[in-house]
């Protein structure tokens, strides 16, 4: 199987619990430094750390009690398959 990219971009919502509990994680993370958490986020703000965990939280299924629960959060979604 040939792996492909695609790039996604999804404008999303969340709740100010959701985000102090994102912003928890990021925090308890910070005593933890060599965690795999932080591979590929060197250089990035603690609100750019809070978002993305929010949306890997989203994306995930973390916050779907219920079948497309998902789609109250992602208000848009744009893709683009000419990704080098």
């Excluded at 100010?16 to 958490?37: C, L, S, T, W």
């Excluded at 949306?55 to 979604?77: C, D, Q």
Aim: hydrophobic share 35%; proline share 2%.
């Amino acid at each position: 199987m040939e792996t492909q990219k695609v790039r996604t971009c999804f404008t999303i919502t969340f709740t100010d619990d959701q985000y102090n509990r994102a912003k928890g994680y990021v925090e308890d993370m910070k005593r933890h430094p060599n965690r795999i958490f932080w591979q590929g986020k060197k250089g990035k703000t603690d609100d750019e750390l809070i978002i993305e965990q929010i949306a890997h939280r989203i994306l995930s299924g973390f916050y779907n009690n219920e079948p497309f629960a998902a789609a109250k959060h992602i208000m848009r979604m744009d893709s683009s398959v000419n990704v080098q």
